[in-house]
Nanobody, 126 residues
Framework: QVQLVESGGGLVQAGGSLRLSCAAS????????MGWFRQAPGKEREFVAGISWSGGTRHYARSVEGRFTISRDNAKNTVYLQMSSLKPEDTAVYYC???????????????????WGKGTLVTVSS
């Protein structure tokens, strides 16, 4: 089992920045590809970013590419999502997820992730 706990969410003005963290415990973190997904009120969950176990491969949703950066520190069992130039449409609950097999890169991959955190709320005001 892997337990995932997100932190770092909050209220920020448009144009601002936030860094989300996802701390993992349990099974060997470095064996898992990790990803960030988000769900806005009244909308379906969507893929945001994914990273391989080594950090050498990263994928981003088009809506966040160039503004968000996913990274991981396997020594700290933590994956990060640095968010910059935030927009009101980035408002959502952000979830981290882990998978032993795939590096997430699409909304559909959310259906196959092995482990999920409980989420952290990001609110971007205009």
């Amino acid at each position: 089992q892997v337990q995932l706990v997100e932190s770092g969410g909050g209220l920020v003005q448009a144009g601002g920045s936030l860094r989300l963290s996802c701390a993992a415990s349990g099974r060997i973190f470095r064996d898992y590809a990790m990803g960030w997904f988000r769900q806005a009120p009244g909308k379906e969950r969507e893929f945001v970013a994914g990273i391989s176990w080594s950090g050498g491969t990263r994928h981003y949703a088009r809506s966040v590419e160039g503004r968000f950066t996913i990274s991981r520190d396997n020594a700290k069992n933590t994956v990060y999502l640095q968010m910059s130039s935030l927009k009101p449409e980035d408002t959502a609950v952000y979830y981290c997820a882990g998978d032993f097999t795939i590096i997430p890169r699409s909304d559909a991959d959310g259906g196959t992730m092995d482990y999920w955190g409980k989420g952290t709320l990001v609110t971007v005001s205009s």
